[in-house]
């Protein structure tokens, strides 16, 4: 079982930048892929960015890409979600999440996830 605890939410204005954190504990996910999930109020959740086990590959929404960037330490058991120029729409509560699958790289669907944090509310103002 691994549990996963995010951090580094909070309340900024647009143009700033955070850097959320999600510490595993547990066992490694270092063999896990892991994704970066956000929920708005009313909406589903969505993925925001993914990373192999080894961070060799990444996947950025459309929506990020160019602003935010997903990273890893094994050795720490830690995951990170570099935000920049963050934007009133990131407005949202962010997940970290755990993929045990060895079958594929990565994937962008919340129910290929196997293991969850209880998230990290970002508020973006203007």
């Known amino acids: 079982q691994v549990q996963l605890v995010e951090s580094g939410g909070g309340l900024v204005q647009a143009g700033d930048s955070l850097r959320l954190s999600c510490a595993a504990s547990g066992r490694t996910i270092s063999t896990y892929a892991m994704g970066w999930f956000r929920q708005a109020p009313g909406k589903e959740r969505d993925i925001v960015a993914a990373?192999?086990?080894?961070?060799?590959?990444?996947y950025y929404a459309d929506a990020v890409k160019g602003r935010f960037t997903i990273s890893r330490d094994n050795a720490k058991n830690t995951v990170y979600l570099q935000m920049n120029s963050l934007k009133l729409e990131d407005t949202a509560v962010y997940y970290c999440?755990?993929?045990?699958?060895?079958?594929?790289?990565?994937?962008?669907?919340?129910?290929?996830?196997?293991?969850w944090g209880q998230g990290t509310q970002v508020t973006v103002s203007s």
């Open positions: 999440a755990a993929d045990r699958s060895r079958s594929r790289w990565y994937s962008v669907h919340p129910k290929e996830y196997d293991y």
């Open positions: 990373i192999m086990w080894n961070g060799g590959t990444t």
